[in-house]
């Protein structure tokens, strides 16, 4: 089990920038598969980026690739969102989370999950 704590989130205006980071401590931290869900208002939890076990390969949802990129630090055990280009429809709660496999998108898929940080953008 490896606990994770999200922070960085915030308002922004449409068009700016933000930069997620989510701390993991308990187990080795490059032992897993991390990413990034995020939640809207009334809607679903969806996968938004994933990241292998040692930064190599990452994979996106359609709707934020080439704005956003997932990246992570095994030295600091945490693992980064940078959101460009950001939209209205980025509004949501962003949650961490930690997995064993590489290239999965369900939340089934991972074990361990952040508290969340709140994400809004203003038009």
């Known amino acids: 089990q490896v606990q994770l704590v999200e922070s960085g989130g915030g308002l922004q205006q449409a068009g700016g920038s933000l930069r997620l980071s989510c701390a993991a401590s308990?187990?080795?931290?490059?032992?897993?598969?991390m990413a990034w869900f995020r939640q809207a208002p009334g809607k679903e939890r969806e996968f938004v980026a994933g990241?292998?076990?040692?930064?190599?390969?990452?994979y996106y949802a359609d709707s934020v690739k080439g704005r956003f990129t997932i990246s992570r630090d095994n030295a600091k055990a945490t693992v980064y969102l940078q959101m460009n280009s950001l939209k209205p429809a980025d509004t949501a709660v962003y949650y961490c989370?930690?997995?064993?496999?590489?290239?999965?998108?369900?939340?089934?898929?991972?074990?361990?999950w952040g508290q969340g940080t709140q994400v809004t953008v203003s038009s």
């Open positions: 990241v292998d076990w040692t930064g190599t390969f990452t």
């Open positions: 308990g187990r080795t931290f490059s032992n897993y598969v």
């Open positions: 989370a930690a997995g064993w496999t590489y290239g999965l998108r369900r939340q089934a898929d991972f074990g361990s």
